[in-house]
């Protein structure tokens, strides 16, 4: 009989009208209890969402810290940012600062050296132009007659038939003592005849030569027209046949020289 329900079984078929005893005891069997060794699927699951529920707390604890950090990183960059624009800031107005100091200090230099330079082509001007006016006074205080000789020459050339006449005799002699002018005596050698008609006019002379005194000395061994004038410093021979001479033996050594 248990054959037919083992076999039954198997093929698929029911047979629900035939059952042994044995079977029916079988089937009344009580459950083998639960031991609490072995944890039910619920508790598995509860236990493994506890852990991941920890894990997660871990990794939202781990992503808050990240954040935390990143956050403080972004304000240390922001504030390394405002640090490095304020010290570029700084960094250009102090450079601004030392190129304007360096262009001043430049400029200064410039003008130092420029005045510097003024001083001293202003020396060396003021030394050449003391040079050169020595020399000039020298030159002319040498060349001085020589002028006169000049100028006595080009006269006789000039007045020609006029020499020996009052009024020329007159002219003539305050142009030979023009630079005698300041004398305070001065010594008159002439043609008596030209001694008195000079000295009826010898105020005017005086004051034309700037002399206090003059005395008339007449000569006859002089030409008309010519004077010899002493004064405190020496004899000056005025005649215009001496000048002539003088001025020939001038232009012959320059000749020879």
């Known amino acids: 009989m248990s054959q037919i329900v083992k076999t039954g079984v198997i093929s698929g078929s029911r047979t629900l009208s035939v059952f042994s005893s044995q079977s029916a005891t079988a089937r009344q069997e009580p459950a083998p209890p639960v031991t609490p060794s072995s944890p039910s699927a619920e508790q598995r699951l509860q236990a493994e969402l506890q852990h991941k529920q920890q894990e997660l707390e871990k990794i939202t604890a781990l992503l808050q810290e990240q954040m935390q950090k990143s956050a403080e990183l972004e304000q240390d960059n922001k504030t390394l940012t405002e ?3 304020q010290l570029e800031q700084e960094r250009d107005s102090q ?3 030392l190129r304007l100091k360096a262009e001043l200090q430049h400029e200064q230099a410039l003008e130092k050296q420029k005045a510097d330079w003024q001083t001293t082509a202003d020396q060396a001007l003021k030394s050449q132009l003391t040079l ?3 020399v000039a006074a020298e030159q002319w205080q040498s060349l001085q007659s020589v002028a006169l000789d000049v100028a006595f020459t080009a006269l006789c050339r000039l007045v020609g038939k006029h020499y020996g006449e009052q009024p020329f005799v007159r002219a003539l002699l305050e142009q030979a003592v023009a630079d005698l002018k300041g004398q305070t005596h001065l010594t008159l050698r002439m043609r008596p005849d030209d001694c ?4 009826a006019c010898e105020d005017n002379i005086k004051t034309a030569l700037g002399c206090q005194h003059i005395t008339w000395q007449p000569d006859t061994s002089l030409q008309n027209g010519g004077v010899v004038i002493v004064t405190e410093r020496g004899e000056w021979d005025a005649r ?3 000048q002539i001479e003088q001025i020939r033996q001038l232009l012959a050594g320059y000749a020879h020289g």
């Open 132 to 134: 050169l006016e020595t």
């Open 240 to 242: 215009l046949d001496s």
């Open 95 to 97: 450079w601004q600062a």
């Open 83 to 85: 640090g490095y624009k």
């Open 196 to 199: 008195q008609t000079l000295s």
